[in-house]
C-alpha cells in the first residue's frame, strides 16, 4: 500500500498546504527521511536533483518549528539554518519553504551575496525562524553581529558535493561551530565522493544514511545521445537540431565558460529563437529575470554553465544539450538530471569534440552505461579516429573572394 503525506503525521496546515500543490504521496527520499527529522536524528543522504529532497526537510523542520510560531515578531530566532552553494538554489529553498509553510506564522528568509546587504539586515532585524544563506553572505553578516546562531537546533548543508567543489570547505566548518553542538544536522548531497564523506564523518553524528538513488546513475527515463562532431560544426549540429529534431520544447543548453553561453545565446536571438541565459557574471536580478522568463515560457532555451544551473527546480523540460562535455564525469549526471524529472521523459543530447573523447570515457565508466552514438547527422567525425572530415569544398577557398555582389551576400541568411 502507497504511504501519504498523512502517514506521516505531519500537522494540518502542512498537509493542506501539500495538497493545494496537488501532492498526495511522498517520493522515497521524502517517506525515507522525513520520520528520521521528526525524530530529530542526523543525517547522510545521497539523494540526485528532482527526487523532491528539499521537501524531505523543509517539512520536518516546519513541523517541529509549529509549536513556536507564534512567538512575537522580534523575539523570534534563527531556529534552522540552511546553508546552500548557490543564489538560484538559495532562492528556491525558499519559495518551497514559504509555500508549505502559508497557513503557519512561521518566518522563512534567505540571504545570498551579491545583493546590496543593508536590506538583508532589515529583514534580520524583523525576526526570522528559518534562514536560508549562502556561506560567504551567512558569515559576513555573522561578523557585524547581524546574525545570532546560538539558537540553531537544525543545521542542512544542502547539495554538499557542489559546496565542497566550489571551495566553501573551509566556510562550512566554521558555520558548523558557530551554531550549538547538540544541534540537528542534516547533509544532503547528489554524489557521495570521498571529501563529502570526510565531512560527515567530521560533523555528523551517528548519522542514519539514506541512498535513494544509485550513486551516480542517469536516469532511466533519459535517452543519452551522443554526437561526435568537429568543434567548429557545433554550432551548426545545435541549431540543425533544433530545426529539425526538437523543434518545440523547453531545452536547457550547457556550456562550460561564460564566453561560450553568452556567444551561444547571441547565436540563437539571431536565428530567431527565445532564448535567455544564466551564468556567474551576471547580477542576481538579471539571472533571476531570466530564470522567471524560462519558467513562464517567455523563453523556451536557457543556455547555462553549471554552477548557475546546480539546483533549480524546473519541471516539464523536454531535453537538455551538453553542449560541451563536462570534464568531471559527476556534472554529467547533474546535468541529465535536469530533464525526466518526476517519472517523466527527456533527452540528452551530447557533442563531443575531438578533444573531449576522454570525458566520454570517464562518463560512461562512472554511469556503466553506453551512450547511444547517433551517427546519422551533417557534421560527423571520422568514425574511426574521431577526428574531422575534410570534405572538399566546391566554392575553394572561403577566403577567396566570390563571385556574388556584396547586396547579395547581405541578402543570404547567415546560419550564426
Known sequence: MLMTFKDLKLHKTLLRAIAEKAYEFPTLIQERAIPLVLEQKDIIASSQTGTGKTAAFA????????????APKKSKKIRALIV???RELAVQIKDDFLSYSTYTNLRTAVIFGGTSIAPQKELLKKGVDILIATPGRLLDLHKQDEINLDYVETLVLDEADLMLDMGFIDDVMKIERLCPPAKQTLLFSATMPYKVEELAK???KTPERLEVTKQSSTSKNVAQRLYFVPKSKKIELC???LRNTIKKGR???FRRTKYGVDKLEKTLIKNGYK???IHGDKSQSNRQIALNRFKKNEVNILVATDVAARGIDITNLDAIINFDMPNVPETYVHRTGRTARAGLTG???SFCSADEKAYVIAIQKLISLQL???EDHPYPLDPKTKKEVHRSKKGGSKHRKGRKSEASKKKKKRWY
Open 347 to 349: 533527452v540528452a543530447y
Open 202 to 204: 567530521t560533523i555528523l
Open 84 to 86: 546552500s552553494p548557490t
Open 59 to 70: 517539512l520536518p523542520i516546519l513541523h517541529l518549528l509549529f509549536s513556536r510560531q507564534d
Open 275 to 277: 532564448a535567455d541565459s
Open 372 to 374: 547511444d552514438v547517433i
Open 239 to 241: 541549431l540543425h537540431l
Open 251 to 253: 531545452v536547457i543548453i
